[in-house]
């Protein structure tokens, strides 16, 4: 098999061939044209489920290599009279990369998931009668591994060090609180527009007026809509972010970003008061918190809660997990600390 990359490439489809020995056309021009058909409808399918374009570019992607690399050997993917070799194509693709190095267990099992995703749909449409990914073993990986929260007190005393006098820091501030308080992932927050903020007004009992900020997440993992009422306190910094960029009033167009690039990036310079992106959050991340990855204020933002009292079940919701079981797992990983008899048992040895 000789795949270039492992890239978003769309693959030109063979031309019919015929099956040596036997006569059979492969791939005649009907069959052809509903085989191409069904798979823009899957892909479809997928896209209406995550509402998500990269998630829409990596199963069309796994799916193209795939069939690529069946067509390399005069199949296709409804080719279930040569399912042996459908099975170990799938395998081989599955396990390793474009130059022929082990993949992680993690890529693997996404692969066959991916490929198991279509032929369940091809068996729903009478496309095909069996499942050739049914067939292959899948490999165990142990989920949560890299979660690492940092602690509470250094992220308070690297919060309170930002600059608030400035633009750059009244933002910083406000996306950093709002990662941490709603536990979201990097593009479910980067995505955030003004039509996905709703802002009520409270008085408490000492007559003292409040702004309180809600926000709406459209499209979180496993096309859930996500719903987090922001404290009063982090509302106030999120909306003096926005008062100080966009004006005291806030009359916003609907699809207006709440994240905007404030230097003149990008490869033609000209990113300034475009949508803040994936990396300058990153870095964002990276120069106040000292780690890039921005999953792990998800992370971080669910040992707070813990330590804030927070059940199971409390974190089971504001993570948006489908099983208890799950939750209390990814807290374990998340609660893991060294060994506390390591030194003991040393002493005992040596």
Known sequence: MDRKSDEVVEYEVLAPVLHEGR????NDPLRLERLNLLIEEWVLEKYR??????TQQAYRSILNQYRADLQQ????LDREDCLAQLVTTARLFAAYSARGRDVAVATSNLRLATLSSFYEFAIRNDLVSVNPIDKIKRGKSQRYQGAHAMEPEIVQARLRSIDISTLDGKRDRALLLVYLQTCRRLSEVAGLLWRDVQIDTWT???STTQEVVTLTFERCKGAKVMVDQLPAGISYV???WLRSYYGGELYLAPDTPLWIALAPGGRNGRNRGNQLGPQAIADICQKYLG?????ATRHTGTLIRLKAGATV???KKQLGHDSLATT?????????GPDTHATQVESMLL
């Open 291 to 295: 780690t890039s990855k921005v999953h």
């Open 73 to 76: 050997q005069g199949l296709d």
């Open 328 to 336: 209390d797992y990814y807290i374990e990983i998340l609660l893991q």
């Open 23 to 26: 006569g059979e056309v492969v």
């Open 49 to 54: 489920q995550s509402r998500s374009v990269k």
């Open 204 to 206: 408490d009992a000492h």
């Open 238 to 240: 999120l909306l003096t």
């Open 313 to 315: 079940q409390d974190i």
